[in-house]
Nanobody, 124 residues
Framework: QVQLEESGGGLVQAGGSLRLSCVASGRTFSGYTMGWFRQAPGKEREFVAAKTWSGLSIMYLDSVKGRFTISRDNAKNTVYLQMSNLKPEDTAVYYC?????????????????WGQGTQVTVSS
């Protein structure tokens, strides 16, 4: 009932920036928590950031705090991940996800809808 589509990935040098976008369609995501996850080859899918609908709860992976910012425009059904000072270890496929319960969860299993992912590659 909800489709998510990410965009904005690409190849950047270390220290560079990218902004990922995720547009939801099918229904409004008002009330949903939106999250970003990433998965590098051979690694588990990893929580990156999440924000509840109200913005009262925002969570980040420790290693991205101060570098990444999650934001959302509920009227546009869009969530963003602004990534700055990118590091090679940030290289992964990034996925957006929606949690219909509206809780600020960090476990991938808690999310109901997923995008197809967008590749972020950071060269050293």
């Amino acid at each position: 009932q909800v489709q998510l589509e990410e965009s904005g990935g690409g190849l950047v040098q270390a220290g560079g920036s990218l902004r990922l976008s995720c547009v939801a369609s099918g229904r409004t995501f008002s009330g949903y928590t939106m999250g970003w996850f990433r998965q590098a080859p051979g690694k588990e899918r990893e929580f990156v950031a999440a924000k509840t609908w109200s913005g009262l709860s925002i969570m980040y992976l420790d290693s991205v705090k101060g570098r990444f910012t999650i934001s959302r425009d509920n009227a546009k059904n869009t969530v963003y991940l602004q990534m700055s000072n990118l590091k090679p270890e940030d290289t992964a496929v990034y996925y957006c996800a929606a949690d219909r319960t509206g809780q600020g969860r960090i476990r991938a299993e808690s999310y109901d809808y997923w995008g197809q992912g967008t590749q972020v590659t950071v060269s050293s």
